[in-house]
């Protein structure tokens, strides 16, 4: 009985030691992920969705209800903005940048950031000749054709030009609800 004892309360220290420095290892390297994934995930297709801007918007992005908005700014002007969403695919989340035009309200372009989709067929919303269609895009009508709207499918993806799809209407919605904070932040003029 006294080995059993003895056993817990050292396998317990054990469990509790390794627990704390987890807690400690993730604080730890919480900024260093944070910038790791700014630079090689969300960065590209930030970078590539909001082209004609002379600042850096991962450097002067804030945070407005949550959500994380990155400037673009043209001679000391904001001339858009880009944020990210998600929505589910075929085989998990689709993680899309959305970049806006403030001035036209229409779509600067989109990214993709994250997907697990399956590869030769749903990769292919990663793909120029899919996202290049939503570029100069209303903000209303954001649908596939197949459900009414104007944006074709990739041909065996629909399950992942879908969630693409899903993901960019869910940017709008939350950039029309943060416009009026946007406008605030970055007079334009």
């Not at 002067?60 to 903005?81: H, N």
């Not at 940048?97 to 989109?110: A, H, P, S, T, Y």
């Not at 590869?119 to 899919?130: K, M």
Request: aromatic share 6%; proline share 4%; with cysteine.
């Amino acid at each position: 009985m006294r080995e059993i004892i003895h056993m817990i309360v050292v396998l317990s220290i054990i469990c509790a030691t390794s627990g704390a420095v987890l807690v400690n290892l993730k604080q730890a390297t919480k900024g260093q992920i944070e910038q790791q994934v700014l630079t090689y995930v969300q960065g590209p297709a930030l970078l590539s969705v909001l082209e004609n801007r002379d600042n850096d918007p991962i450097k002067e992005r804030m945070t407005i209800k949550d959500v994380t908005v990155f400037p673009a700014m043209k001679d000391g002007k904001l001339v858009g903005v880009a944020l990210e969403s998600f929505a589910p695919g075929y085989s998990g989340d689709i993680g899309v940048m959305v970049g806006f035009d403030v001035n036209k309200d229409e779509l600067l372009g989109i990214g993709i950031t994250t997907q697990t989709e399956t590869p030769g067929l749903g990769t292919r919303v990663t793909e120029p000749s899919f996202t290049g269609r939503f570029k100069g895009h209303g903000l209303g009508s954001m649908q596939l054709v197949a459900k009414g709207g104007d944006i074709d499918s990739v041909a065996g993806a629909t399950y992942s030009s879908t969630g693409t799809v899903d993901a960019v209407r869910k940017a709008i919605e939350i950039y029309q609800s943060i416009k009026p904070e946007i406008n605030l932040i970055w007079k334009k003029s």
